[in-house]
Structures are given as structure tokens and as C-alpha cells.
């Protein structure tokens, strides 16, 4: 048995000599690719701490709770020689199905490393929808764990184009299946990465679920690396590396938990990871290890709160942030209020850093740094990408007024797998049309409105779901609430809002109807009101308001037109 991870708070990292550091991240900067970067990295920072895990490793080849730079090197070096042993090569795609495992990471950067092409999935998709993602993407090998396989497959007929199952177990694997430990453990612990081009394909991720069938985003070596050499450059020309803890939980599969782990690789920020969100443990490793920087969802940040954050001790933060969707000022407020600290009698507050972005962009848009910065900010957009306000014409609105944000740049997809039609619609002369209103504040930021498909059209007013859903929750009984629009005969579409009340409320939908009346503007206060056992949710705790529009038809709910008394 593993002894559970010993508390980290007061531990000092190895810290490479300014020179080596510089060398390396400024002056070779331009010759990282996604198929080297761990390679340069590990030769840099040697026994430096990548990452702690909350569920210690147990192979042959490495046992325990901690893995360094070098030490990661070597699992990415096994994992892109066993699947080479299993066949796969340059431009093959492998479908990536586990809970959020670091394995994850370790077979994508292998498969990377050998020109094959990563095909990271969501690990609640069932095997209808994993069936149809594979055989899209042409993958004829699928990673799994354990849990995803029984929970969301259970047999292997019902994807049946995958040819070599492979399980991330250290125990016995089921005939037909391919144990990835013992895959590695025959492999060697060495490999030269591949010459990758800025365009050649490094990963795809599907995205989209939200609001239509996923669609496969292509993304570039120039795309993924182009953040991980803006950070590691930075990191290079400071004179001594901060002394940072960082605690990551968002999925690896998903845009914001896959982007936050390359940059904390790259600014050799050691990582505790932990691969289940549970408020009262984060809010327990926090306080046990000293973490300094937590990156998480608005909702995580919500249930923090729900599990006694205002009682404990959060001192040791000196930065929060994430991503996901845009963050209300007063969970900012609250959360720097929880961390400040005295020095020299002055009351110091972390810095929160929040940034937006979306798969098609390798996962970054833009950044805010600081305080409250007005309700719904998502920050200036990065210098890498040119950005546009678009009318529905094409043609730019005028400033403070909404319109679809247009990108272009480095980071900007390829295109859409073996979907020509779709790429068309959305990247036109290198421009992604993003399909997210915003309009520009003050000193040139962006302040998120809605998702182009989700605004609800009711007559002649344009409703903004995340606004009305954001006022729903101020309501102490509404753990959580996602509005959509349902057809009304005269008005083309009403809002209704799904509520999920928190544990214990008895509160009516009468009683939230009332109150929604009394608290938010008529013209988008929520038509009805429904009570329902839980939210369908996304990687990043948003709600899937595709399926509960779904729902609320299939139980029947309509949205009568208001019959004028006839005296």
C-alpha cells in the first residue's frame, strides 16, 4: 500500500540557475513543438515536481505520488513506444476515454511525440455517442479506464470499429483488452520526437455538445504551442522561479483543464492534481499543502462556498482563477476577501486570473488579471489574435454595442474533421466566427453577453440566457438554473427557467415565480418556472441547455398566449 501524499506546505523545489533557464526558454524558444516540449522541459528542470497526485501511481517501471519533469519524460517516452508497438503511426488518430487521469496526458504528449494525432473525449459520453466520435475521427485505437469502460460502454462490440482496446489498469486486463501498464513497462524509456510543421494536426477536440452534435476542432502544433512559449518565455527571463503550488481539478479532456496543465508545465508550476471535484477535499488540500494558485469553474467556486470556504483558512492563495464562463464580480469579491492576508499592516488580496476561450482557439481568447472588473468580463483579448465585433452584416457595431466576436490568428483551428461545410460556415479568409456575443468596455475589454445559438428572439426582445440564469441564482433556494427558450404561438419563444434547488429548500415554482417577477426585468423574466431533480451539466459545470429544452418539451411544458377577457 501507498502512503497517502504528505502535506507539501513549506517544501522548496529545485530551482535551475537563471542561465540554463534563459537558454532554454528564450533563447531555444523557438524550437519547442508539441512533440518536444517535455523532452526540452525535462532536460531543464531534471527532479524539479511536475505534479502530486491525489491517487499515486502504480506500475513497475515508477510507483508513488509524485512525478518530476524527469520522470514524466520517461512515461510519455514508454507511452509513444507502445503505441507504436500497437501499430499506430504518424497521422493515426487514438481516442482518449478515461476519467481524469494524468495517464491521460502522459498517452497524448506519447502519441504526439510519435506524429499520431490525440482524440481526447468527454468520459460522460455513452457509447452511442463514443461510437459515432471514433468512427468519424477514423480511430482504430481507444484508451480507457476501468470505469468509463463498465460505466458508459460495457461491451466492446458497441464500438466496433476500435481494433485495440487499451485499459489504463495496473491489474489484469479482460481477454481483448491490452493493459496500458503492461504496454509500457515492455517499452523503452527512450524516444526521439518527430519533426513537426506549424500546421501539422497535433489534437482533435470535439466540442459543440452544448448546443448541436460535436464537431471535431483541428488544432495545430503553432496553435497548442504558441501559449506554452509565450509562458515559458516569461518564466525565462525572471531571475528566480516563483514559488508556486498549484491545484488543478478541471478535466484533462476538456478545453480549460487541458490548457491549464500546459501552461503549468510550462511555467514550472509543481501541480496537485486531483482527478474528482469534491468541494470539501480541495478546500482540505488547500489548507494541508499551502496551494498558491487554484484554477477552477465558476460552479466549483459556487460549491466551494456551499462547503464552508467562508470557515477555513485560504490564506496561502496567491492567485485565483479558471475559466469556463464568465465570472460574476461578487464571486471575485467573495474570494479575495477569503484570502486576504496581513503584511506590514497593509491587507494584501490575491490576484484573480480568469480567461475565456473556446477548443477552436486551442483554448484561449482572452485574459482579465485583478479585481472585479463589471459582470460578465472575460478581459482584453491576447496579443496573438486579432479580434472584430461583428454585426449580423459582417460589418464591425459600434463601440459598447453587441455583436459576435470574430478572431484571427496563430491559435485559430484548422478547420473541422471531414466537415468542409461546417469550417466554411465559421472560419472565413482565416476569421473564426466564434458564435459568443459580447461588446467592448472600457480599456479595450470584452464583457460576455451569450452564445449566438442560445439568445432566445421573444417578440421583438432579445433574451440572453446566462444573464437571466445568473439572476435566478442570486435566489438562496436555486443551486442551479438553466433558462432556454420554449415556442409560443405570438411571440415566437418565451423563457422558461429549469431550476435545481439546493438541498433541504421546499421553495415552489409559484414561490420562484413570484420572486422572479419582483427581481428581473419583464420582458425576460422567466415565463415558468420548473423544478427538476438535477441539471444536465458540461465538463465545465455549465448547463447543457440543448437537452433541458429537450426535457421540458418532452414533460409537456408549453408556454400558453395570455387570452384577453372578452367582457
Known amino acids: 500500500m501507498h502512503q497517502p501524499l504528505q502535506p507539501l506546505k513549506g517544501r522548496r523545489w529545485p530551482q535551475p540557475s537563471w542561465g540554463r533557464r534563459y537558454r532554454t526558454l528564450v533563447r531555444e524558444n523557438h524550437l519547442f513543438t508539441q512533440a518536444n516540449f517535455v523532452d526540452r522541459l525535462a532536460g531543464l528542470y531534471e527532479d524539479r515536481p511536475l505534479m502530486f497526485l491525489d491517487q499515486p501511481l502504480d506500475y513497475p517501471f515508477h510507483r508513488g505520488a509524485e512525478v518530476t519533469y524527469r520522470i514524466a519524460s520517461r512515461y510519455v517516452n514508454r507511452a509513444g513506444n507502445a503505441l507504436r508497438r500497437l501499430g499506430v503511426g504518424r ?21 504526439q511525440k510519435i506524429g499520431a494525432v490525440p482524440v481526447p473525449l468527454n468520459f460522460m459520453l455513452k457509447a452511442d455517442e463514443i461510437r459515432y466520435l471514433v468512427e468519424d475521427c477514423g480511430c482504430r485505437v481507444l484508451v480507457t479506464d476501468r470505469a468509463v469502460f463498465e460505466g458508459n460502454i460495457g461491451e466492446r462490440r458497441r464500438v466496433p470499429s476500435i481494433e485495440h482496446w487499451v ?14 501498464g503492461a504496454l509500457m513497462a515492455d517499452a523503452p524509456e527512450t524516444l526521439a520526437p518527430v519533426e513537426l510543421a506549424p500546421d501539422d ?11 448541436g452534435f460535436p464537431k471535431g476542432a483541428m488544432l495545430t502544433n503553432r496553435g497548442l504551442m504558441e501559449s506554452v512559449r509565450r509562458y515559458a518565455r516569461l518564466f525565462g527571463f525572471l531571475p528566480r522561479l516563483p514559488h508556486h503550488l498549484s491545484l488543478l481539478v478541471m478535466p484533462l479532456a476538456h478545453t480549460s483543464g487541458h490548457q491549464a496543465l500546459l501552461l503549468h ?10 482527478g474528482r471535484f469534491d468541494a470539501s477535499a480541495m478546500l482540505d488540500a488547500i489548507e494541508t499543502h499551502g496551494v498558491t494558485v487554484f484554477s477552477g469553474t465558476p ?28 465570472f460574476p464580480d461578487d464571486l471575485i469579491r467573495t ?23 473556446m477548443a477552436e482557439t486551442c483554448g484561449q481568447i482572452s485574459v482579465a488579471l485583478g479585481g472585479p472588473m463589471g459582470e460578465g468580463c472575460v478581459g482584453r483579448v491576447i496579443k496573438a489574435l486579432e479580434h472584430r465585433i461583428a454585426a449580423e452584416d459582417g460589418r464591425d457595431v459600434p463601440a459598447g454595442e453587441i455583436g459576435e466576436l470574430v478572431v484571427r490568428g496563430p491559435t485559430v483551428m484548422s478547420g473541422y474533421w471531414g466537415d468542409p461545410e461546417r469550417t466554411r460556415q465559421v472560419l472565413q479568409d482565416g476569421w473564426l466566427r466564434t458564435g459568443d456575443l459580447v461588446r467592448r468596455g472600457p480599456r479595450g475589454r470584452l464583457y460576455m453577453v451569450a452564445r449566438e445559438k442560445e439568445v432566445i428572439k421573444c417578440g421583438g426582445y432579445t433574451i440572453f440566457p446566462a444573464e437571466v440564469e445568473r439572476e435566478m441564482e442570486a435566489h438562496p433556494a436555486v443551486a442551479r438554473c438553466a433558462v432556454v427558450g420554449l415556442p409560443h404561438e405570438v411571440k415566437g419563444e418565451m423563457p422558461v427557467a429549469a431550476v ?26 422567466p415565463r415558468e418556472v420548473v423544478v427538476v431533480d438535477a ?33
Open 167 to 180: 485499459l489504463v489498469t495496473s491489474r489484469e486486463v479482460p481477454e481483448g483488452f491490452h493493459s496500458l
Open 535 to 567: 441539471i444536465p451539466i458540461t465538463f465545465a459545470f455549465k448547463p447543457r441547455r440543448r437537452e433541458v429544452r429537450e426535457r421540458l418539451l418532452q414533460m409537456g411544458i408549453k408556454v400558453e398566449p395570455k387570452r384577453r377577457a372578452v367582457s
Open 201 to 211: 494536426l497535433v489534437v482533435v477536440f470535439y466540442t459543440g455538445g452544448t448546443t
Open 91 to 111: 497521422g493515426d488518430r487514438v481516442a482518449l476515454i478515461t476519467a481524469n487521469r494524468i495517464e491521460l496526458a502522459f498517452v497524448e504528449f506519447g502519441a
Open 335 to 357: 474570494f479575495r476577501d477569503l484570502a486576504a492576508r496581513k503584511v506590514l499592516g497593509l491587507t494584501v488580496r490575491p490576484r484573480f486570473a480568469r480567461g475565456y476561450g
Open 500 to 525: 435545481e434547488l439546493e438541498a433541504g429548500s421546499g421553495a415552489t415554482p409559484q414561490e420562484l415565480s413570484a420572486w422572479a417577477l419582483e427581481h428581473i426585468a419583464a420582458y425576460r423574466c
Open 299 to 326: 460552479p466549483m467556486y459556487r460549491m466551494l462556498l456551499g462547503a464552508g470556504a467562508a470557515t477555513r483558512n485560504l490564506r496561502s492563495i496567491r492567485i485565483w482563477g479558471g475559466g469556463g464562463d464568465a
Open 265 to 274: 508545465i510550462a511555467m514550472a508550476t509543481p501541480t496537485l492534481f486531483m
